[in-house]
């Protein structure tokens, strides 16, 4: 494969997402692609100092348009310094959390204008669009348990402090999203231990993208093993 590709993680609080970002790149590597992880908020150095005004909360009290804003301020920079220059040069970036996250905590869920999210996007990544998102679900109150659990006493962030409804309503956003996009997104059933949830998107992205099995099998005829 001479392009890159791009892959995306994305759900609510807890789901797991960091974890199996990491996990899916450790697997493409062993296949021997060059990755790239990320994460949104952040990724590049502006984006990383955006992403505390965000997950601090200090951007709160402006309301969601203003942290759509900051999103995609953040996102441009991301996209324009990390994800565009490593999918030119055939690399897979795996990002945890991407434009679908906005579309469901400011869209969705914020009421910001779809016409003005659209703008935004627009704006933030163009034509760079994920290759696969892994829709990753739980039910809100164990998705919550286990972000509680990984703070170890630390403060919850900006959407992790937020209630029980505000998470139900992000999984029925994330869960729409799937639903409206089939050809782009799976759904992965994330309250299974760590090694079933990686063993799924393992097969997901083996038969989305052809990064798999498969290419362990070319690679051993093309040297004649």
Do not use: N, W
């Amino acid at each position: 494969m001479s392009g890159g590709r791009f892959i995306t993680l994305e759900g609510g609080e807890g789901t797991g997402k960091s974890t199996q970002a990491r996990r899916l790149a450790q697997h493409l590597r062993a296949l021997g692609r060059e990755v790239v992880e990320t994460r949104e908020p952040g990724g590049t150095p502006g984006a990383e100092a955006l992403r505390h005004v965000i997950l601090s909360g200090a951007a709160e009290p402006f309301g969601p348009t203003a942290e759509a804003m900051l999103f995609a301020a953040a996102r441009a920079d991301h996209v324009a310094g990390l994800i565009a220059p490593a999918l030119a040069a055939g690399k897979i970036v795996v990002c945890d959390r991407f434009i679908d996250s906005t579309r469901v905590y400011q869209g969705a869920v914020g009421a910001v204008a779809p016409g003005l999210l659209d703008s935004l996007e627009a704006l933030s990544v163009g034509t760079v669009r994920p290759d696969l998102t892994l829709m990753l679900d739980v039910p809100p109150e164990i998705g919550l348990a286990r972000a509680a659990k990984r703070a170890a006493g630390a403060a919850a962030d900006r959407f992790e402090k937020e209630g029980g409804d505000y998470h139900a309503a992000v999984r029925a956003a994330f869960l729409a999203r799937e639903e409206a996009e089939p050809g782009r997104c799976v759904l992965i059933d994330a309250s299974a231990d760590a090694d079933a949830v990686a063993a799924a998107i393992a097969d997901v992205v083996a038969a989305r993208l052809g990064l798999g099995p498969r290419e362990i099998a070319d690679t051993y005829a093309m040297a004649g093993a």
